[in-house]
């Protein structure tokens, strides 16, 4: 059996006084596992406050996980702008090091009118080389590549799945809500079952053991993702999908994108917890 918890992108909004150390404290309150810590416009925290949220976190139990900054383009056209994504990367998954998180979030490239399958071989290249120097550095965390909202945006399911099987050290985050806007599909039990399966057999088992999960309520255009909504405002099938994420027995983190942050990701838990 194994363990699925539940938690936010970033601290808890009821959280007071409002810092990722008293953020990981309120998850342990609300009965909530784990906590995404969003570098989303930059890595500013230093080594001393993420050694004493590691303390806290690993005191009340609570798992944490990693969000890169969104200016990333592994696919970008100038070299600087390579360069700083790839550090990018690098400053994140250091810091998450230091955290005890061990997965690392990123949405990886844009594909700029540029072949898919270019793309993908240029991501491949530039992830493959921050992934060196993570293992000269002995820094030990996943890079997850996130499925993405937009049409514009490389990280398809069958992009971020390759890049897992190619690339050791490289595991999906699988964004339902994205996979959702992007598709215009992939909304019911039957859709999510064959994503799993599709997980499943791109990756093994251990690939659901140890699922990273975003899920929010979200609006969408034909172009993709236009903003995220509350679970009950918007049309995503989140019962549905808990029902088959209990029937494969999923595990890891979900964390949740919703506005509302805590209240949504209660209502994923306690909405799985009922499921027998
Ligand atoms: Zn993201």
């Known amino acids: 059996m194994s363990k699925l918890l539940f938690g936010t992108a970033g601290v808890p909004l009821s959280t007071r006084p409002f810092s990722t150390y008293q953020g990981v404290a309120r998850i342990a309150e609300l009965s ?3 906590m995404e810590v969003e570098f989303v416009q930059g890595v500013r925290m230093k080594s001393p406050e993420a050694v004493r949220v590691n303390q806290i976190a690993t005191q009340s139990n609570v798992r944490l996980s990693v969000h890169a900054p969104y200016f990333i383009n592994l696919n970008a056209h100038e070299e600087n702008k390579i360069v700083a994504s790839k550090q990018r990367i690098f400053q994140a998954a250091y810091m998450a090091g230091q ?6 979030v990123f949405h990886p490239a844009f594909y ?3 072949p898919p399958d270019q793309v993908y071989q240029t991501v491949k290249k530039n992830l493959g080389e921050v992934l060196n120097k ?24 069958e992009e971020v799945l390759m890049l897992s099987r190619e690339l050791e050290g490289v595991a999906p985050c699988i964004d339902f809500s ?13 859709e999510f079952q064959s994503v799993l399966k599709f997980i499943e057999s791109s990756l093994g088992r251990p690939a659901l053991d140890d699922m990273h999960v975003h899920v929010s309520g979200i ?19 989140y019962k549905e999908l808990l029902r088959a994420f209990k029937d494969n027995d999923v595990g890891g983190l979900v964390i949740c994108e919703s506005p509302n942050l805590e209240d949504d990701a209660l209502l994923l838990q306690q909405t799985y917890q009922k499921l027998a």
């Open 99 to 104: 955290l005890g998180a061990k997965s690392v």
């Open 178 to 190: 994205h996979w959702h806007a992007r598709t215009g599909a992939n909304n019911s039990y039957d």
């Open 112 to 114: 700029l009118g540029d």
């Open 134 to 157: 993570l293992r000269e550095s002995n820094v030990k965390v996943l890079l997850r590549p996130e499925v993405t909202g937009k049409g514009s945006q490389f990280g398809s399911l």
């Open 32 to 34: 909530l596992g784990c």
């Open 219 to 237: 609006a969408y255009t034909a172009k993709g993702e236009s903003k995220h909504l509350l679970l009950e405002e918007s049309d995503l099938k």
